[in-house]
């Protein structure tokens, strides 16, 4: 299995909802990362877990709540976000600088 | 300045043609990447590359890392490679990457 898998693909939810976004690998790599990508922009890193511990929080809201329950899996929990927060929400993983690098294809919320 | 500066940012070309783009950087890195996204869609890597020169297909990948630079090839163009390119670069032990604004190529038949 080469593939990061997200789901879901697509997200709609409203200012006062609570969701989460969900990300799983299963090729070993012991680096994981959420990045958010606004139309027409790179993206930008939100966090990296490093075996399974939060290395980098890029001064990320509180309204987002990242967590690894274990090394295949990297959870996004999103609570009272604003409608500035809608774009496209990548996981990726790698082996920590021995390559792999691999995106999944994204969750696209939209905040309403 | 931006840390990561990629050219052009925006090229349209003939089907059948020779394309290059460009990324310099300004830090130090420990690999840089070449990815491809398509409209609305997620990110592919492309290319890892810490010296020298990669090859998959009719794309071929450069750096030199001591002008600090890095090209993408596209022999043989072809509408379906219109996409955003975009040229990251890896820094520190966490692998996190910093991107480029990217390349948006479109091929016309």
């Known amino acids: 299995d080469t593939e990061v898998t997200q789901t879901p693909k697509h997200l709609v939810m409203g200012m006062t909802n609570k969701k989460s976004l969900k990300c799983e690998q299963h090729m070993g790599h012991r680096a994981m990362y959420w990045y958010k990508q606004k139309a027409k922009k790179p993206p930008e890193l939100m966090f990296v877990y490093s075996y399974e511990k939060l290395s980098i929080n890029e001064s990320v809201p509180s309204r987002f709540s990242p967590e690894c329950p274990n090394s295949s899996l990297l959870n996004l929990h999103l609570h009272a976000l604003q409608p500035e927060d809608s774009a496209l929400y990548l996981c990726?993983?790698?082996?920590?600088?021995?390559?792999?690098?691999?995106f999944g294809s994204g969750t696209r919320l939209t905040v309403v | 300045k931006n840390e990561v500066e990629q050219s052009p940012q925006n090229l349209t070309a003939q089907e059948g043609e020779f394309i290059t783009i460009n990324c310099s950087y300004s830090v130090g890195i420990s690999a840089l990447h070449w990815l491809q996204q398509h409209p609305g869609g997620g990110i592919v890597s492309l290319f890892m590359?810490?010296?020298g020169k990669k090859k998959h297909g009719r794309l071929i990948a450069t750096i030199n890392i001591q002008e600090k630079h890095s090209s993408l090839h596209i022999t043989a163009s072809h509408p379906r490679d219109s996409a955003v390119y975009i040229c990251?670069?890896?820094?520190?032990?966490?692998?996190?990457?910093?991107f480029g604004k990217g390349t948006k190529l479109s091929v016309k038949p």
């Open positions: 990251a670069v890896a820094q520190g032990s966490q692998g996190n990457l910093i």
């Open positions: 590359l810490s010296s």
């Open positions: 990726a993983s790698s082996h920590l600088g021995l390559g792999g690098y691999t």
